[in-house]
């Protein structure tokens, strides 16, 4: 079957502006995480979903980012103003949640911010 | 908070060669561990895992047993291929639900014919 699938698979944009980055998941998966892959910082996780809700949004890096999901599938990463410190790779992954906790991940989003 | 430890490389192997790539953790709970990989070019993908004490999580080869007196999640493969050359990712996730996981640095390992 379909695994997750994120888009745009690259993104180049100046500072200052807003991004959105996609992540759907597998079909059927509760739980939707996102993490940020640097040189500098390696994998960092970021948020998660289970459901539309998201429990701890603690670990999002500051208050420029945000994340939703509707309808318990796709999700939506967004950075505002964004800063040469945002460039990374963002994955998504998601998972059927309890109690196999196994995460499957997309192929990620590079961003480049210029 | 929950961390993983493991050795970075990269790691330089001929063929056939016996590999261990190191991996302790410090989490609260009992957390469940896995191996990811990422192939060059390629997305993380799932290697093996273990949920609890004693158990041994195993795929192409690749082993590694929860040792939970030692806090560690070594993965150990007898012979190694060029197909094997990739990053290796120790990661673990303590939650009583679904919750993100905690990596380690990476391993990047490099397998000469």
């Known amino acids: 079957g379909a695994g997750v699938s994120q888009s745009p698979s690259n993104k180049v944009t100046e500072k200052g502006k807003d991004v959105e980055l996609r992540c759907d998941p597998i079909s059927g998966h509760t739980a939707l995480y996102w993490y940020r892959q640097s040189l500098g910082q390696g994998l960092e996780f970021l948020i998660y979903?289970?459901?539309?809700?998201?429990?701890?949004k603690s670990g999002l890096p500051s208050d420029r980012f945000s994340a939703e999901r509707t309808g318990g599938s796709v999700s939506t990463l967004t950075i505002q103003r964004t800063q040469q410190e945002d460039s990374a790779v963002y994955l998504c992954a998601s998972s059927s949640g309890r109690p196999s906790r196994e995460q499957y991940f997309g192929p990620g989003t590079r961003l480049t911010v210029t | 908070g929950n961390s993983v430890t493991q050795m970075e490389g990269p790691v330089t192997l001929s063929e056939e060669a016996f590999l261990t790539i190191n991996c302790t953790y410090t989490?609260?709970?009992?957390?469940?561990l896995f191996w990811y990989v990422q192939y060059p070019g390629e997305g993380l993908q799932l290697l093996l895992k273990?949920?609890?004490?004693?158990d041994k999580g195993s795929n192409k080869g690749f082993e590694a047993t929860y040792r939970k007196e030692t806090t560690s999640f070594h993965l150990e493969k007898g012979s190694v291929q060029v197909s094997d050359s990739a990053v290796y990712f120790c990661?673990?996730?303590?939650?009583?639900?679904?919750?993100?996981?905690?990596f380690g640095k990476g391993t990047h390992l490099i397998i000469q014919p």
């Open positions: 989490a609260t709970g009992y957390p469940s």
């Open positions: 990661a673990l996730n303590s939650g009583g639900g679904a919750d993100g996981l905690t």
């Open positions: 273990a949920t609890k004490a004693d």
């Open positions: 979903f289970q459901g539309n809700s998201a429990p701890d």
